[in-house]
Every structure is written in C-alpha cells, then in structure tokens.
C-alpha cells in the first residue's frame, strides 16, 4: 500500500512544502529513504522502527516487506528530524496498522525517541506561518513547541501531542486534544536593563547622538581613547529603545526559532536583540551562509543592535560585507546552486580607538604611534562603510570630577519617552505610503522618493547644506544621510519644517572628527 503526509523543509528562512510517501509492497526486505536526504534523516530509519516497536505495534525492520520513503520534491536537500513522525505515520497507514485517516491540509513535524516520545524540533514557528497563510488547517507539533506554534495560528488548529501513541489515538477519535491557544490580549515588550545611561558619567553629546540614532534607526561610530565609556554607552542604548509590537516579536522570534536560540520558557521574544561577536569572527558568521544557508549575526540584529567593538579589529571583508545590509536592510547569500535572502534591519553600532595605542588626540596621555601607523590603522575602516555610517562621534575621555561623581536619578525611561514620541510621527507619516508600498518605521530606512517628500528645508537651512556639500566634499549618500538625521531631529522637536539648527547639528556627526593626522 501507498500513503502520502505532509511536512516542511527550511532554506534559510523559507519554508517549503514536503510530500513524505511511504510504500509498502511484498519483496525481500528493505527500509530505504530517498529523496536527497542528509545523515540525520537516515537514521530516522532506527529511530522509526524502535519507536514503533515500542508503541505495540510491528516494526518495519521486522516485517519481510520491501519499504520505501520518498521525501519529494527529491531535488530539495532535507536535513533534520522534522520528518521522523510522518515517517512513522506514513508507515503504520501503509501497513494497514492504524485507521486511515484524511491527511490533506494537515502537517506532522516531530523527533521520535527510541521509546516514542515525540521530541521539540527548531523552526516549528516559522512552520506555523507558513501553514496559516497557505490555509493548512492542522498542525501536529511536539507538545514542547505547541505554545510558540500556536502564536502564529487564527484559523490554524495547532495540535501538540506528547507521545506517538497519543498522536495515533487523536487521528482515530479515540482521544481528544484541545488545539492549543496563545491570547495576546495583554501583549507587552518587555525589555528589562540593568544600565541606565545616568550610570554613564558625562558624555552628554554621546548621549544625544545615540538618543537621535534610537529615534531615526541611525547607524552609530564612537571613536575615543581605552576606558571612555564605549562600551557601556553601547549596552545601555538598548535602554531608550522603543518596545517592539507583535509584529515586531514574531518576526524575530521567527529567527531565532529556526537558528534554534530561542528560550523554551520564553517561546516570544519580545525585548530587542542585541548581539557583540567577537572581532575575530568570519564572514560567515556575519553575514550568515554555510553548507545548509543559515542567518548569521546580522540577521540575528533583526530589528535590534549589532555592536562591534574594536571596529579596526575585524577583518577587512568581514567589515565590507556589511555594505549591502547597511543599504538595504538585507544581506543576500548566493551560493554556485542556490540564493537566499537574509533580513537584516539592524542599528550598527561601532566603537574604535582613535590609534593603535589608543592615545592620539588625547588631552593627557601621549600618543607612540607614528603618522603612517595611525594612517594604516584608520585605514582598516573604508570610505564607503564610513559613508555608510550617519553618526560619527568623539568620545573623550573623561576628567576625575566627572569619574568621581555620584549617579544621578534615571535617565534612561525619559529619553526612551522622546524616542517614542519620535517613532509615532515617523509612523503617522509613512503610514498613507505604507499603504501602497513595502512599508518603512524610520527615518533612516527613507528612499530617494521619500526624502525629497518628507525632508522639506527652509532656505538658510538648504543653504547650508549646499556650502556644506562644497567645503567638505559630501557625496551624494552622505547628503541624503545628513537629510535623514536632520529630517530624525526635527521629529525629536515636533517640527514639521527642517530648520538651520538641525541641519548645522547633523552635519556635526558627519564632519566634526578629522581623519588628518599631520
């Protein structure tokens, strides 16, 4: 006999419909699965057969029959062990050892363990969508991923069963299982800091610069001397960030779930990523790709930080490939057979010394770099990822008053209130273009199309932006970036008519810090 389940495959963040069909038919003994499997899903044939034998019923490796599993399509790699409970299934029906049941517009995914118990797998989110979009009206998860499936389901019935026995038994009527429901009536981003920029002595134009860049989506380059506070100025602007919505959570949620980070506690991520690799990580790990396409650091910044410290450290096509995420908001991996797409919307924030030994310019400590050194050491930052970059700010070091003083009251929570007073009016201003396009939150994600709609000047302003643009030899990106942080300002204002005094601020972080050494 022939019987045919449906599964899911993943690549990269795609999900893709699979046929498993299982034939059972007399011959010599065989247990074969074809269809471009990888190691993990061959030895499903193990799995499988002792899980059934544990269950009561007769194992395929018992039985003098010839079986045959085909994952189709068979030109799709699969990889995994999502497929071990239709497998399973897709046996016992051909076999004639469990009452046929309908199986259109239901999906199975789940591990077996030797004794039948049905493991969590990663990715059952991502799973969930795209059977509610695609109209599936069953999904049979692991009772583990249950609750982060059924975030995505209205009209999907997410079924979570603990153990084959209970799945065999739903799918004859002789147990019933309630479909699992996640309420979202009190849903609340939930983004719990530890540093609050009032810890941060100083630093008050660090400060400004970072609640613009939080308030536009504004990329961010802090350059100081060792111990200036970098760092901390970087972890605490999580602080001022606005909470994402559910919209937000699921889609990072999506990711994580398929890169398998995500909390079992926790199945909806609902605070802001922020990921730190380390200088000396690959491109791959960056940007993402590998054997089976994953997302990498950049994707995992979805929609929250990615912090690069010691920017100079990293190597040079590693920080080049962040051209492409920068401008577009995703990173494509292309591979001799295939091309994946990796959303990658992030706020970059870099840190750098301004030498090797981390002392040029310094008010009280001497520099021992030489000119050509100093040079070579910049020189690891290209032009056009600087250009790339909207916020470039000096962070000095700090005097012992100011090292000494006591914290003052919090700060963080009113300047996170401006930031989101700042979003809602980029929100209300997108929104009648949102309707008619791929929509856009921040200021710092406008096109050509919007800046000249929405970044209106008055006529000192445009005039100096013009002899700006001459003096410093601004291209044309850095233009439209000095528009978008001008436009970010005038938001942080409440005012609708870019003024000289946001465009003279934002041309600061374009051109205050010199390059020159000599």
């Known amino acids: 006999m022939l019987a045919k389940l449906y599964s ?52 395929p490796l018992r039985s003098n029959k010839k079986v045959t599993i085909n994952l189709a399509p068979a030109d799709v790699k699969k990889y995994g062990s999502y497929y071990d409970v ?8 051909a076999s004639g050892q469990i009452i046929p049941f309908p199986v259109e517009k239901k999906i199975f995914v789940g591990e077996l363990t030797l004794e039948g118990i049905i493991r969590p797998v990663i990715g059952v989110l991502a799973v969930a969508l795209w059977a509610e979009k695609n109209h599936y009206e069953y999904l049979f998860v692991p009772q583990q991923n249950a609750l982060e499936a059924a975030m995505a389901s209205k009209n999907l019935k997410v079924i979570g069963v603990k153990t084959l026995q209970d799945l065999i038994g739903y799918l004859e009527g002789k147990i019933n299982i309630k479909p699992s429901r996640a309420f979202f009536n009190n849903y609340a981003s939930s983004q719990n800091h530890t540093l609050d920029f009032s810890q941060i002595k100083s630093q008050e134009k660090a400060k400004r610069a970072l609640v613009i860049a939080a308030s536009g989506g504004h990329n961010v380059l802090m350059i100081g001397p060792p111990g200036s506070g970098k760092t901390l100025l970087a972890r605490a602007f999580l602080s001022i960030l606005p909470p994402m919505n559910l919209e937000e959570s699921l889609e990072v949620t999506k990711i994580y779930s398929l890169n398998g980070l995500l909390n079992s506690q926790e199945p909806l991520m609902t605070s802001r990523p922020f990921r730190s690799p380390h200088h000396t990580a690959s491109s791959v790990a960056l940007i993402g790709g590998g054997t089976w396409p994953k997302p990498g650091e950049i994707t995992l910044a979805h929609r929250g930080v990615l912090f690069l410290d010691e920017l100079p450290e990293f190597q040079r096509d590693v920080l080049e490939s962040l051209r492409q995420p920068l401008e577009e908001g995703e990173i494509s991996v292309s591979r001799a057979q295939s091309r994946v797409v990796f959303p990658a919307k992030f706020i970059l924030l870099g840190a750098m010394n301004p030498c090797s030994c981390g002392y040029f310019g310094d008010s009280e400590k001497e520099c021992t770099c030489r000119p050509s050194d100093i040079i070579r050491y910049r020189k690891k930052v290209s032009g056009p990822l600087l250009d790339r970059i909207d916020l470039v700010i000096e962070v000095p070091r700090l005097s012992s008053q100011e090292i000494t003083e006591k914290s003052s009251a919090p700060e963080s929570e009113n300047l996170k209130q401006e930031v989101i007073k700042s979003r809602a009016i980029q929100t209300n201003r997108f929104s009648e273009r949102n309707k008619k396009a791929l929509p856009i939150f921040t200021n710092s994600e406008m096109e050509i199309k919007e800046i000249e709609q929405f970044c209106l000047l008055e006529k000192e302003a445009e005039n100096l932006l013009k002899k700006a643009i001459d003096k410093y030899s601004l291209s044309a990106r850095a233009y439209h970036r000095i528009l978008k942080i001008s436009r970010t300002i005038a938001d942080l204002e409440e005012i609708e008519l870019i003024k000289y005094s946001h465009v003279a601020e934002a041309l600061q972080y374009k051109t205050e810090f010199s390059w020159n050494v000599y």
């Open 8 to 59: 899911t495959a993943f690549f990269g963040l795609e999900v893709l419909p699979i046929e498993v069909e299982v034939d059972v038919s007399e011959g010599l003994h065989s247990f074969n699965i074809v269809g471009l499997p990888d190691p993990a899903i061959k030895e499903a044939k193990q799995r499988v057969s002792a899980a059934i034998k544990n269950i009561g019923a007769k194992s």
């Open 86 to 93: 239709s497998i399973a299934l897709g046996y016992l029906l």
